[in-house]
């Protein structure tokens, strides 16, 4: 497990070296942020995998009803869903291989936390991954 000195280092790390995220509870529906913030990453350059069991494909990638679905590596797992939900959803990107779980501004789990710490799964919880992207890898002022 890495060593950072800092949560920006860490997140500038998986940043850098991360580039296939599956998003958890993406949202089909334009204006909505599971929808516009991967869309956004998708943009930067990242491949988005929407996990959505309600949606055939959004923004012209397939979506898969579950991690476990997915026929290939997923290195982030970027979490939209309640907070109650994510403990099981970090259980999941273990079992895939994931190296990273992130939760979205305003989702807060501390056994999700501490089950990825457990798991050596590199954890970033109430932050924004697109404002992460914008504030440390694109430095827009």
Known sequence: MENFKSDDEKETFILNNFKVIGVVGCSRVEGKPSHDIPKYMKDAGYKIIPINPNADTIFGEK????????????????????????????????????KVVWLQEGIVNEDTENYCQKHELLFVMNRCIMKEYIRLIEKIT
């Open 63 to 98: 979506s898969y009803p579950d991690l476990n679905s997915v026929p290939f590596k997923i290195d982030i797992v970027d979490v939209f869903r309640p907070a109650d939900e994510t403990l099981k959803i970090a259980e999941d990107a273990f079992k895939i291989g994931a």
